[in-house]
């Protein structure tokens, strides 16, 4: 065991150290125990321990109560982790997974359905769901006015863009999750000052349907015919045939694209394609629908 490295990871996280760190950094059943029987290191939780000679702090009690669970500090308290400004120290929160059934006096503990999207990172050295998801379960527990505000900081602080918003919404949404209602109501009130360009709502589909588990389709691709390019589409499944066009008002309600957008349909039918078109209404309302209908069509092809 080097000696360097356990007091290096002792002080880049709050004195905070679980039993299967101590092994990776070379320490035996044995050492462990000697350590916790001298008083060198203070028992928190199975499993996980604090070096006696560091104050317990507010990140150190996080890092460890998500240790402790297996969850991710989440919610109010994760928004603390990140430096969302607006947010202080105060009673931790955790997210679990659904059917873990922990109950912890000193911090609120929320079950999870979609804990898989989570995206479970690490900031100050603390589990902690992604700065997005942190919105969206922040949107859960507090009101209209402090979530404006909260989305505010996020933005101001460069955590996020509008797209990640919409990507978290589209992604978490289902009829009763906590926090969608909200998130939407305000993202829909705001829409005029948030519109997303074309190219960064075509990814957003892509990886909306790579989260549904369909594989990524190829952005902005090019159709070729004998007489040269025949069609540049949205996305595309070229081995299939599938092409994918999404629909937005600030490029299609004109009289140009009234008159292109069809011959561009037609030229690639003749050729064997199949287009499915979505609009923003789709992506944002409907998004299961939406995928639902992109996998019916691959499964017929």
């Known amino acids: 065991m080097e000696l360097a490295a356990l007091w290096r990871h002792l002080e880049r996280h709050h004195g905070i150290i679980t039993r299967t760190e ?23 939780a199975p499993s996980v321990f604090r070096f006696a000679g560091t104050k317990l702090t507010w990140l150190g009690r996080a890092r460890a109560a998500a240790a402790s669970t297996g969850g991710l500090v989440s919610h109010r308290a994760a928004a603390v982790v990140w430096g969302v400004d607006g947010f202080r120290a105060g009673r931790l929160e955790l997210v679990v997974p659904r059917g873990r059934m922990l109950h912890r006096a000193s911090c609120i503990v929320h079950e999870s359905t979609q804990f898989d999207r989570a995206d479970a990172t690490e900031v100050q050295s603390v589990p902690v769901t992604g700065i997005a998801r942190t919105v ?26 509008w797209p990640d918003l919409y990507h978290v919404l589209v992604g978490h949404s289902r009829r009763g ?9 305000l993202l829909d009130e705001r ?4 519109q997303i360009p074309d190219s960064k709502w075509n990814r957003m589909v892509a990886q909306l349907l790579v989260d549904n588990g369909l594989p990524m389709p190829a952005v902005e691709h090019n159709v070729h015919g004998d007489a040269g390019l025949i069609a540049r589409v949205d996305l595309a499944y070229p081995r ?14 004109n009289r140009d694209s009234f008159e292109a957008d069809p011959r561009r349909k037609n030229g690639l039918m003749v050729r064997g394609w199949q287009v499915l078109t979505f609009t923003w209404s789709d992506y944002s309302d409907r998004p299961n629908e ?6 019916a069509a691959l499964a017929r092809l």
Do not use: M, N, Y
């Not at 101590?22 to 928190?44: C, F, M, V, Y």
């Not at 939406?290 to 996998?295: A, D, F």
């Open 22 to 44: 101590a092994r990776t950094l070379g320490l035996s059943s044995g050492q462990i125990a000697r350590r916790l029987k001298s008083g060198e290191w203070i028992r928190l």
């Open 136 to 161: 969206l379960d922040v949107a859960a527990v507090v009101g209209p006015r402090r979530l404006e505000w909260t989305i505010d900081a996020v933005l101001r602080q460069r955590f996020l863009e």
């Open 177 to 185: 999750r906590d926090g969608c209602g909200r998130l939407r109501a």
């Open 191 to 194: 829409f005029g000052e948030t």
């Open 240 to 253: 299939e045939c599938l092409a994918i066009e999404l629909d937005s008002a600030r490029f299609h309600l």
């Open 290 to 295: 939406l995928c639902e209908t992109v996998s």
